[in-house]
């Protein structure tokens, strides 16, 4: 899952990035530079974290192929 999927089935903002002396107005391209350092952050820590995440779950994992007419055992959960 990407940060950018749909999420409770509203799609997320779109993000125009911003760059580096695009505003003629100083305050106002020193707030915009600093919010684009914090999204990139932002977003290199969610990288992080979901490949932790998938790591820890998949270290119980293991890789298993079947053939044709194996017989497999099928645990099914209701929720």
């Known amino acids: 899952m990407t940060p950018y999927e749909v ?3 509203v799609p997320p903002p779109i993000h125009i990035p911003y760059f580096h002396k695009n505003s003629i107005v100083e305050l106002v391209d020193e707030y915009l530079s600093t ?5 990139k952050t932002v977003m290199t ?3 992080k974290a979901q490949n932790r995440m ?4 998949n270290i119980k994992r293991s890789d298993r192929s ?3 007419k194996d017989h497999v055992y099928l645990k099914l959960q209701p929720y």
């Not at 998938?54 to 779950?57: D, H, K, Q």
């Open 7 to 9: 999420l409770y089935g």
């Open 35 to 39: 919010k684009e350092e914090v999204i």
């Open 45 to 47: 820590h969610l990288q």
């Open 54 to 57: 998938s790591m820890v779950a």
């Open 66 to 68: 079947f053939e044709v």
